[in-house]
Each structure stands twice: as structure tokens, then as C-alpha cells.
């Protein structure tokens, strides 16, 4: 990783909301667990052996980073990023998990991430998880993340048999929205599953699918108007959905089964969500800013994943974003969702 001069001003942190901690005791918990090899298996499907081949070596490289609060916090330095907003990495879902294993998972991801930011207070803040397969659990789980003192919890984008939209996530978002926690929406897995296994297009097609169809979810069937207080940031810029939301306007318009759910077009509910800078590409991110708003993009590296960039502020940079935009995207607007002082 090459070194960043860094120029920030105290008033004004830079903060990267889509950072990842690897947890081992959690696979240590579930290892030999029934479930967890046919969980495996569908990942190996949906992933190819090619793909597996890559990631495994990718993963082991990037454990100290993973791990090591040391080695994040010197990466952090290199980059010009004053605080991460770190999250468990996908892999530590387990949605295939029973209760009793399902609780004991987020329990534990919540206190080892928490510990891990603790080395760090006032450069790491954290999320929790919850185990979405169980919706029963799922305001006892959040409950429990800000109990740990995280500021929120991170989800996938669909738990098995069930979408964001079902019924039975209402109290979660009800009881996310009354406390102004931040929900990370970060998918795994994708449900095309052998379509994309080879290339390794289970990531680069199917991760904005799986955002674009998730955050679809929430606006045709409403929540977002239930829940207006949602502080909900989609990783990787939202998937597909910005850029192609005016197909989603169209049929709000021209259609009365697509206009049912929400009350305004679905265009009008970008501005409600937030979303990470992470689109590889700085004209799709100028887009990303023209459609939801200067205030609602937050920068995102994916650290410290091959998926992700290691030079955030150059790749948000490369945008080319007037400078009170530029600045708001870097950290101003994250070091308003997350409260942190300013000096």
C-alpha cells in the first residue's frame, strides 16, 4: 500500500463507513455446527472453484489487517483516513444457523468487534450483527450492538425465505429508527447463485444485484415511509439501483401494481438512504450524487478486501466533486451520522 500525505483538518476527519473486522472466535463457534457445511457448499456453488482459489490466499494475506488493531490503524494512516466505521465481514452472517446458535453468534460478533474498536476509541466505532433468519431475535440483536456500545448493526440483503420487506422485520426497523442506530446493508451471497460462477461474477454482478433488489424492497413496500427515521447506508452505492432508477420511476407511474407499496416515487427515496462512495468508477459516483445528494454519500473503501480500493479520498477524488461536496462525501457527512466531535 502506498503511503498518502495526509492534509485533513481536525475539524473536518476523514471517516470510511465500509471497513471490515474477521472474527475467528465466531468460527470458532460454529465450527462442526449442523448447517454449516451445506452453508459452505452453497458458497462454493454460487462462488466457483476458481473464485475460491483467489480468495482464499486474498484472506489469509489480509488477516494482520483483519485483526491487528496496530496494523488498521497504520493502513488507516497510510490511506489519510482519521476513523473507519468497522463491521464484521459478511463471511460471519450464519444465516443458516438455529436460534440458540444464532444468538450466541451475534452475542459474540458484537463483544469481539466491540473490544477490537475499543484498542481505538476515538479512531474505530463498530456495528454489530443480527441474525435475520430468526426476525424474533432481530430487535433483541440490535438491542444488544448498542448495549456493547457499537453504533449499530450490519445485515445481508435477504435471509433465507425471506426479503427485507417482509412483515416480520417491522419491529426491527420500528425499534432501529427509535434509536437512531445505523443499519449497514451489506449483502452476501447472491441468489443467481450458478449463473455467476465463473469470473468471479458473483461479486462484481451479483453484489450490486443483491443491493439493487434489497433496497427495492424497502421503497415499493413502504418502509421507508413507515420508518423515516432510518439511518440506513447500502454498501457498494446502492447496487445498480441508482443509476437505473428511472426505470423504477416509470413503473411507479405507469403501473398500479408497482405503485401500491410507497407513497412517492421510488426516485424521492435515495434521498432518504445513504450510501457508501464504493463504485469504482468516478463518473457512476458523480451520478450517485447528482441522484441521492451531496449529503447522503459517505466514503467507503471495503478495506481490506481486493473488491475495495486502498486509496479511497484518490478514487473519491477522481469524481472530480465540487469542493463542499468533495468534503461532505470524505467525512462531513459521516461525522454527522455518527456523532462524532469535532475540534
Known amino acids: 500500500m502506498s503511503a498518502v500525505t495526509r492534509a485533513v483538518s481536525p475539524a473536518a476527519p476523514t471517516v470510511d463507513v465500509h471497513a471490515h473486522v474477521l472474527l475467528p472466535e465466531v468460527e470458532a463457534l460454529v465450527d462442526g455446527l449442523p448447517g454449516l457445511a451445506e452453508a459452505r457448499a452453497l458458497d462454493a456453488r454460487r462462488n466457483g472453484p476458481a473464485a475460491l482459489a483467489v480468495s482464499g490466499p486474498m484472506v489469509r494475506e489480509r488477516i494482520p489487517r483483519l485483526t491487528d488493531v496496530t496494523v488498521r490503524l497504520a493502513a488507516m494512516d497510510a490511506q489519510g483516513v482519521d476513523v473507519q466505521l468497522v463491521s464484521p465481514s459478511p463471511s460471519h452472517y450464519h444465516y443458516w444457523a438455529d436460534e440458540e446458535s444464532a444468538e450466541k453468534v451475534y452475542r459474540l460478533a458484537d463483544e469481539a468487534t466491540a473490544a477490537h474498536c475499543s484498542a481505538a476509541p476515538d479512531r474505530l466505532r463498530g456495528l454489530g450483527l443480527v441474525p435475520l433468519q430468526h426476525p424474533d431475535q432481530a430487535v433483541r440483536a440490535l438491542d444488544h450492538a448498542l448495549e456493547q456500545g457499537l453504533v449499530g448493526v450490519e445485515i445481508s440483503s435477504h435471509a433465507p425465505g425471506r426479503e427485507l ?10 425499534r432501529a429508527g427509535e434509536t437512531g442506530a445505523i443499519v449497514f446493508l451489506h449483502p452476501f451471497g447472491c441468489t443467481l447463485d450458478e449463473r455467476l460462477d465463473e469470473w468471479y461474477l458473483s461479486n462484481t454482478v451479483g453484489q450490486p444485484t443483491e443491493n439493487a433488489v434489497a433496497l427495492s424492497h424497502l421503497i415499493f413496500s413502504g418502509v421507508l415511509d413507515r420508518h423515516p427515521g432510518l439511518k440506513l447506508i447500502a454498501a457498494h452505492g446502492g447496487g445498480y439501483l441508482p443509476t437505473h432508477i428511472g426505470r423504477s420511476d416509470h413503473a411507479w407511474s405507469a403501473r398500479s401494481d408497482a405503485s401500491a407499496g410507497c407513497a412517492q416515487p421510488p426516485s424521492s427515496y435515495l434521498k432518504r438512504l445513504y450510501f457508501d462512495s464504493l463504485v469504482h468508477d468516478p463518473h457512476v459516483l458523480r451520478e450517485l450524487v447528482r441522484v441521492a445528494g451531496a449529503d447522503r454519500v459517505l466514503l467507503g473503501s471495503d478495506f481490506p478486501f481486493d473488491m475495495g480500493t ?17 468534503d461532505a462525501v470524505r467525512g462531513g457527512n459521516a461525522a454527522t451520522l455518527l456523532n462524532l466531535a469535532l475540534v
Not at 422485520?169 to 420500528?174: G, T
Not at 486509496?311 to 468533495?326: E, I
Request: hydrophobic letters at 40%; zero cysteines; proline letters at 15%.
Open 310 to 326: 486502498e486509496d479511497p479520498v484518490r478514487a473519491l477524488r477522481a469524481a472530480r466533486l465540487p469542493r463542499t461536496d468533495f
Open 165 to 174: 420487506s417482509d412483515p416480520a422485520y417491522e419491529p426491527f426497523w420500528a
